[in-house]
């Protein structure tokens, strides 16, 4: 049974700093491709950041140069670190992986099968 355990939100002030992680067990982060997502309040859930099974990155564009997805295999982690956030950065934040077959956009929500529970990142400005 896939299970994915998202953790490191938490509130912060404009410009600063956070990583989320995203723990998973019965499914191996480092041979899928798995991507993050968010969601505020009365908005639809976006995708974020992706990394496809090549190691390939892909950011939205609201996010690009600021935002950084990575994997670590030993400890079968998906993290993603994410610098000078902005009010609009606030939302909660998902992992999801189990890529559907015939679904290449890593960015878009049904392209995903599993999904965690959440975590909240909240900015003040």
């Known amino acids: 049974q896939v299970q994915l355990v998202e953790s490191g939100g938490g509130s912060v002030q404009s410009g600063g700093s956070l990583r989320l992680s995203c723990a998973a067990s019965g499914y191996t982060v480092s041979r899928h491709s798995m991507a993050w997502f968010r969601q505020a309040p009365g908005e639809e859930r976006e995708g974020v950041a992706a990394v496809d099974i090549s190691g390939t990155e892909t950011y939205v564009d609201a996010v690009k140069g600021r935002f950084t997805i990575s994997r670590d295999n030993a400890k079968n982690t998906l993290y993603l670190q994410m610098n000078t956030l902005k009010a609009e950065d606030t939302a909660m934040y998902y992992c999801?992986?189990?890529?559907?077959?015939?679904?290449?956009?890593?960015?878009?929500?049904?392209?995903?099968?599993?999904w965690g529970q959440g975590t909240q990142v909240t900015v003040s400005s």
């Open positions: 999801a992986a189990g890529r559907r077959t015939g679904m290449w956009n890593l960015l878009v929500p049904t392209t995903f099968t599993y």
